[in-house]
Each structure stands twice: as structure tokens, then as C-alpha cells.
């Protein structure tokens, strides 16, 4: 099985590289490589229609690089953080990469996937925006139905902005009641969701 793992993490720092790669360091298949979306220039579907009859974008970007290997794939494994989570359930930089698909799917899908993981790390639990809008992209779009989630909780901005004790607007305000200290206690690291991290140890491994 050819392994691939996506992350949309654009910092570089968060849970969401973390556990992709923890998915695929724990899996039973070795043909795994790991892409990082930061480090690529993938822009949005121009909607030219220029790849009908190819198959093949001809935006001329970083899209090139790994085209193939989203076709190769047999296993996704998709990390995303759930920016505007309530409303757009993605980040931006995973939508343009997915938007790009759009390539692969005339005159029959050109994938090769059976399997696709979610990881989605969101801090406003918020997480079934994300989860819905993709199973939709996945199984009505791709045809792919056999799909697994992995949910971690992450840092809402306002926990780490710097103003989340007193912004009006404060959804750690919110989310935690008035009089907030933000001490580390209340951040959720990682280390605290034992369940989550053993989870992305098993889910390939077996």
C-alpha cells in the first residue's frame, strides 16, 4: 500500500504535523512519504477548464510536484486545522490544495485511493464542520467511502494571541467564564489526549 500523508498545518509547530507523522512512523506499510503544504505554493482552482481533456492542471505551480502522487496514493492521511471552524471548517491552505482535485475527476476518477484519514485538530470543537464538508468531498466527489476520523483538540487563538484575558470579543472569554487566567494548565497540549495519540499509533498498524 502506497501511504501518503498530507499536512495543512501552516506553522510548522502544531498537533496536526505531530500526529500525520505519527500515523505514518506507527504503520505496517512502509511506502509512506510525508508533505508538508507550508512548504509547497499550491494555489486555488482558477476554474479554466483547461484540464478537461488532460486530466492534468496547467496552473503552473507546486501542484505539478505532486499531482502524481495524490493519483499513487492507495491511503490518505489528511491533517488539518480547523481554522473559522464554524463556518468553513477548513483552513485555507488545505482548501486550495484540495480544490486542485478538481483535475482527476473527468472522464472517470483518476485515483487510486481506498482509504482516506482525517485529522482534524480544531480548539473550538468545532470539528464536525470540518469532518462533514470533507466526507462529502471524499465519497460523493472521489468515490472514496471507507474514511476514518482522528480528532485532537487544539489552542483557540484567543488562548495564545496574547489578549484572550480581556478582548471583548474573546471566545476563551467564552468558552471559560470571566475573570480567565490563562495559565498552562488549560492549554491542551498534546500530551494530555493519551486516547488520541494512541489511536494514530494503532489505526495503520495492524
Keep these: 500500500m502506497r501511504v501518503l500523508g498530507i499536512s495543512g498545518d501552516p506553522t510548522g509547530k502544531s498537533k496536526v504535523d505531530t500526529l500525520v507523522k505519527t500515523v505514518l512512523e506507527n504503520s505496517k506499510y512502509t511506502d509512506t512519504e510525508f508533505i508538508s503544504l ?3 505554493n499550491i494555489g486555488p482552482c ?4 483547461s484540464c478537461i481533456k488532460t486530466n492534468h492542471c496547467t496552473v503552473q505551480d507546486d501542484w505539478n510536484s505532486v499531482e502524481s502522487k495524490v493519483k499513487e496514493a492507495e491511503i490518505l492521511i ?9 463556518a468553513f471548517g477548513i483552513n485555507a491552505l488545505t482548501h486550495s ?13 483518476k485515483l487510486n485511493l481506498k482509504k482516506v484519514i482525517l485529522i482534524i485538530v480544531s480548539g473550538g470543537e468545532h470539528e464536525n464542520t470540518a469532518i462533514t464538508n470533507l466526507k462529502t468531498f471524499f465519497e460523493i466527489y472521489h468515490g472514496v467511502t471507507d474514511i476514518e476520523v482522528i480528532v485532537s483538540r487544539g489552542s483557540i487563538p484567543c488562548l495564545v494571541c496574547g489578549e484572550g484575558e480581556s478582548c471583548p470579543i474573546s471566545f476563551a472569554i467564552e468558552m471559560y467564564g470571566e475573570g480567565l ?6 492549554m491542551p497540549s498534546l500530551e494530555k489526549q493519551n486516547d488520541v495519540i494512541e489511536k494514530s499509533k494503532l489505526i495503520l498498524s495492524k
Design 181 to 186: 487566567k490563562i495559565t498552562p494548565d488549560i
Design 78 to 86: 489528511l491533517g488539518v486545522p480547523t481554522y473559522y471552524g464554524a
Design 38 to 40: 507550508r512548504e509547497l
Design 97 to 109: 490544495f484540495l480544490e486542485r482535485w478538481f483535475s482527476l475527476r473527468h472522464k472517470g476518477i
Design 46 to 49: 482558477k476554474g479554466c477548464f
